[in-house]
């Protein structure tokens, strides 16, 4: 007789840019979620309900006042994101915690998922 899966605590949300990323680590953990997923039935005897962000297509704005009230962590390559009155203001006002994976070592799923794994 199986156990019932209990819920997951998700604790890291990758954004849009990210989604091969994000895909990769979602179907490896039960801790991240990504705009569009459709969660999880059973991951370690996990489960995850479906990101609260159905879309890839949210604007930045929106989804990051969201995810912070979660309080996720929030995996970005957005590097354009800093010079962007809307994001910045979003990211201060929802006091959002970001990190932005940038420059020639983030390029391709793979090279992402070797630093978040690094780091």
């Not at 890291?12 to 680590?25: N, P």
């Not at 957005?78 to 959002?96: L, T, Y």
């Not at 990190?99 to 630093?115: D, H, M, N, R, S």
Request: hydrophobic letters at 40%; one cysteine or more.
């Amino acid at each position: 007789m199986t156990q019932p899966a209990k819920p997951a605590t998700v604790r890291f949300y990758l954004d849009a840019d990210v989604l091969g990323l994000a895909r990769v680590l979602g179907g490896l953990r039960n801790d991240v979620t990504y705009p569009g997923d459709p969660g999880i039935d059973r991951l370690h005897g996990r489960t995850r309900p479906a990101c609260p962000i159905a879309s890839p297509a949210v604007k930045d704005p929106d989804w990051i006042t969201q995810v912070a009230g979660h309080g996720w962590l929030i995996i970005t390559r957005d590097s354009r994101i800093q010079h962007r009155r809307a994001e910045i203001a979003a990211v201060r006002d929802s006091r959002a915690r970001m990190v932005a994976l940038t420059g020639k070592e983030a390029i391709g799923t793979w090279a992402q998922l070797e630093v978040v794994m690094c780091q």
